[in-house]
């Protein structure tokens, strides 16, 4: 199994542009959610979902937006990119919302906004 | 709200000594805790979990540790540490009946295991 894999690994935009992160897993979790790591900061949420269809905010979902269409996959959106964007982005996946099972991440975008 | 704290950035220690990696938490309820290593340029991996019963738990590559309801503690320790164990660790929670059942992180604590 491939577990949870992100791509790009490695991104440079302008300010003002778009793109979108992809993550995609193939374990059949229904519970996938997406984390910046700033240094001293450790992993923040920014949205995660909890099944096809639905999705919800984290602690910080300003500037980024998530649909989640099907189980498998889980894009991460930037409408309008800014240096404060400029971070490592993490995905992962986990059985279920409840499940105590840790969660499985991805190795990782890293993004610089210039 | 959730929180964890992890009070150290960088713990040195030398290789073959035991070392303790710390953290507190604060959560409304019983708390589900994870230990977590990240190795440079990857992913987390996860360590070792408390879930319920043993205090002391015991998880990959030698790695241990004690949750302590009254201190809301849950230090990661290792008897005899190896080089190879220097990396950014992460400590973090989730209340058993947390509604968004989200997953909070610590700051994380770089461990350096010195020759």
């Known amino acids: 199994n491939a577990g949870v894999t992100q791509t790009p690994k490695f991104q440079v935009l302008k300010t003002g542009q778009s793109m979108t992160l992809q993550c995609a897993q193939d374990?059949?979790?229904?519970?996938m959610s997406w984390y910046r790591q700033d240094p001293g900061m450790g992993l923040r949420l920014i949205h995660y979902?909890?099944?096809?269809?639905?999705?919800d905010q984290g602690e910080v979902p300003n500037g980024y937006n998530v649909s989640r269409s099907t189980t498998e996959d889980f894009p991460l959106r930037l409408l309008s990119a800014a240096p404060s964007q400029t971070s490592v982005y993490f995905c992962?996946?986990?059985?279920?919302?409840?499940?105590?099972?840790?969660?499985?991440f991805g190795d990782g975008t890293r993004l610089s906004i210039l | 709200a959730q929180s964890v704290a992890q009070p150290e950035d960088q713990v040195n220690v030398a290789e073959g000594n035991p070392l303790t990696v710390k953290c507190t938490y604060s959560?409304?309820?019983?708390?589900?805790l994870f230990w977590y290593v990240q190795y440079p340029n990857r992913g987390l991996q996860f360590l070792l979990k408390?879930?319920?019963?043993?205090?002391l738990v015991k998880g990959s590559y030698g790695f241990e540790a004690e949750f302590n309801k009254s201190q809301t503690s849950f230090h990661l320790k290792k008897p005899s540490a190896l080089v190879s164990d220097s990396a950014l660790y992460f400590c973090?929670?989730?209340?058993?009946?947390?509604?968004?059942?989200?997953?909070?992180f610590g700051g994380g604590t770089r461990l350096m295991v010195k020759p």
């Open positions: 992962a996946s986990r059985i279920d919302r409840t499940s105590n099972q840790p969660q499985h």
């Open positions: 374990m059949n979790h229904e519970y």
């Open positions: 979902s909890v099944g096809a269809g639905i999705t």
């Open positions: 959560v409304s309820g019983n708390p589900y």
């Open positions: 408390y879930i319920t019963g043993d205090n």
């Open positions: 973090a929670v989730r209340a058993v009946n947390n509604a968004g059942n989200m997953l909070t």
